[in-house]
């Protein structure tokens, strides 16, 4: 068995297999055995050095997530207004998918289908992520910087569309592609997209003093 690093090298194509796999195929389709084979490993050195298939999900979507909860967790004390700490936190999601293009796949696929299926210490990141934004929230709800809202559903909009516009750039480049679209458009770069995002759940579509 490799060691050192060596050791670490085999982890992180194991856990880079298992992230491709979880979100191509679902935590229930994805085998051990296939995780095995693309990460270029036997099964026995797979179970040997992560563990079982929960724990190799676990492993996999936990290494993706920490990078963002670091970021989060430093957002949070800046001393900046909390919309623009919103607009951070939702930079901080954009370059976390820009890097990891699998991670919102593997995200959309399992609130779909098998949010059952999520381990205990992935909810609970997941869980300190949404109060990261509903910390946030409040306090800009406290100080009459936001207006009162549902912070969960903040959340969704932060996370969940940027998630969502990630899947979907292969959608509208494909209509693109077949002449269907009006006005030809090329989708925007993920981080681009986040801050569009951020402008529309800040303040809306509609220009401000605007006469209908």
Not at 6 to 19: D, F, S, T, Y
């Amino acid at each position: 068995m490799p060691r050192g690093a060596g050791r670490h090298e085999v982890i992180q194509r194991i856990l880079k297999a298992a992230l491709e796999l979880f979100a191509e195929k679902g935590f229930t389709a994805a085998t051990t055995e296939e995780i095995a084979a693309r990460a270029g490993v036997n099964k026995a050195m797979l179970y040997y050095y992560v563990g079982s298939k929960e724990e190799l999900f676990t492993a996999a979507v936990l290494r993706q997530l920490a990078p963002a909860r670091e970021t989060v967790a430093g957002v949070l004390h800046m001393p900046v207004p909390p919309q623009e700490k919103l607009r951070l936190l939702q930079g901080a999601f954009a370059r976390l998918m820009a890097k990891s293009p699998h991670l919102p796949r593997l995200m959309l696929r399992m609130l779909a289908t098998e949010v059952e299926r999520i381990p205990k210490p992935v909810l609970e990141a997941m869980a300190e992520v949404f109060a990261a934004t509903a910390q946030t929230v409040q306090e800009g709800v406290k100080a009459g910087a936001l207006r009162p809202t549902n912070s969960f559903v903040a959340h969704l909009l932060l996370v969940g569309s940027l998630a969502l516009a990630c899947e979907a750039s292969k959608l509208v480049q494909r209509v693109a592609a077949c002449g269907l679209l009006p006005v030809p458009e090329a989708f925007p770069p993920v981080e681009t997209a986040a801050e569009a995002i951020s402008e529309i759940l800040l303040y809306g579509l509609v220009n401000e003093g605007r006469t209908p």
